[in-house]
């Protein structure tokens, strides 16, 4: 006796993931422009790199539990959990050098965070997205799609 077909995995955690990646990635671009800014002599961007900063602490924690997601009910990879909890550490030493005015440390440790992102962000979008169920009782295909006037049409008998 054959056991009954697994049920498709669901395709919201891959979906929430692409979401906060792509999030952290725009976030990060923020952070590295506001940066520049400051350096620049805008001293009053200093306190946006502070409040992106901590946006961005954010979001790494939700993406962290969003990676949990794409790995046990998603029935996805685990490098994503192990990435970003490795990004979110070095976004905790990031923010400590930040105010401890360790710049050598805050910059090279941005320019790997970045870095980090862009893997994250290039990595969720390679990730194929699992295929829909069909639903047969709505007449529509496994896209949503219903079927094309004109078409071929069916008689039950």
């Given at each position: ?5 697994a049920a ?15 999030t ?11 940066a ?21 602490g ?6 962290l ?12 990879p ?5 990435t970003t909890a490795?990004?979110?550490v070095?976004?905790v ?10 710049i ?13 992102v862009?893997f ?13 169920a ?22 039950s008998?």
């Amino acid at each position: 006796m054959s056991s009954p077909p697994a049920a498709a995995a669901p395709r919201w955690p891959l979906i929430l993931l692409r979401i906060s990646t792509a999030t952290l990635a725009l976030l990060s671009l923020l952070q590295v422009m506001l940066a520049g800014s400051f350096l620049n002599g805008t001293y009053e961007s200093l306190k946006d790199h502070e409040g992106t900063a901590m946006t961005i602490g954010t979001v790494v924690v939700l993406q962290l539990a969003v990676a949990a997601l794409v790995w046990r009910p998603g029935r996805g990879p685990l490098w994503p959990l192990w990435t970003t909890a490795v990004l979110a550490v070095a976004v905790v030493g990031q923010i400590a050098a930040g105010y401890g005015r360790a710049i050598g440390v805050h910059v090279t440790l941005g320019v790997l965070i970045v870095s980090g992102v862009l893997f994250g962000l290039v990595g969720a979008w390679r990730l194929p997205l699992p295929a829909r169920a069909a639903l047969p009782e709505s007449g529509a295909d496994g896209n949503g799609r219903l079927p094309r006037p004109g078409g071929p049409v069916e008689v039950s008998r």
